[in-house]
């Protein structure tokens, strides 16, 4: 479906943009990447943010916003104007997803770049550059990593879901339904967790209370065009580019899974 009544060779070319500026911001962190950067916390859950989210940052703001600057901007790396709310089309970036993970040197973080309009994304590319991995989705377009098509998994009798889960939320789900589930190990990068969904690596995740669209908005779109889907615990579909960036507790899945872990995490409200 292609979203209001912009022509889809607009995402496309957003998609384009995007692709290239991602790219490009994904190189510059990729020189700082295992040589110490520089490291400084903010926000009252002392996240760590470094030199290197600061300079795909820059390279991401001039790149995109000079090439439209009718786009609204939202970056986690940039104080929060809210000008971007009276902007029917944002650009929704976050310069490296995972930087926990960077700074400790491991190789899952992203680059994460999404065009949202009217509250859903139309376009977005997740690009991990230590993996040499470029994710990239239009609105009504399959999803596809390093240019090949992905989908989701599909369900196989008798054998457990593989889940992307917080082990101190397994207890929380309702009962039984931990045993049809086989926890595989912590993703730094959130983005790159929904997205291992669309490619069939693993079947699902449960994301905690106080995401911010940042880190949803590329990825929920590479998910929903591989056949997935990202929804609160309500099974609505998110809406990005609100006064509140946050979120409250969601589950990402391939479709015919996702009935059932909503079910299951039905309780989860408020972690």
């Known amino acids: 479906m292609n979203a209001d009544h912009h022509p889809p060779d607009q995402w496309t ?99 994460s770049v999404a065009v949202v309009h009217k509250g859903r994304p139309v376009a977005g590319v ?27 998994s599909k369900p196989v009798a008798g054998q457990p879901l593989r889940f992307a ?28 967790r929904i997205a291992m969904i669309a490619d069939g690596r693993i079947d699902g995740t449960v994301v905690k209370k106080n995401a911010h669209d940042w880190d949803l908005a590329a990825a929920d779109l590479i998910l929903q065009q591989a056949g997935g889907v990202l929804a609160g615990l309500d099974g609505q579909p998110l809406t990005y580019n609100r006064p509140s960036v946050r979120h409250e507790v969601l589950c990402a899945a391939a479709l015919p899974a996702l009935p059932a872990l909503l079910e299951a995490s039905a309780g989860l409200h408020g972690h």
């Open 165 to 192: 889960i917080a082990e101190d939320l397994l207890p929380k789900l309702k009962a039984g339904y931990g045993k049809d589930v086989a926890r595989v190990s912590h993703v730094p990068s959130l983005a790159y």
């Open 126 to 152: 997740l690009y991990a550059p230590a993996l040499i991995e470029l994710y990239q989705a239009r609105d009504g377009v399959e999803a596809r990593r390093n240019g090949v098509a992905i989908r989701v």
């Open 13 to 111: 070319r957003d998609l384009d943009l995007i692709t290239t500026a991602a790219m490009a911001a994904g190189e510059k962190a990729l020189t700082y990447f295992r040589k110490n950067p520089d490291v400084r916390y903010k926000n009252e859950d002392r996240s760590p943010v470094s030199e290197a989210d600061y300079a795909a940052n820059d390279i991401l703001k001039e790149r995109l916003l000079s090439a439209r600057p009718n786009y609204g901007w939202l970056s986690e790396e940039t104080d929060d104007d809210e000008a971007r709310l009276g902007c029917d089309t944002v650009f929704v970036v976050d310069p490296i997803d995972g930087t926990r993970g960077f700074i400790a040197g491991k190789d899952v973080w992203c680059v």
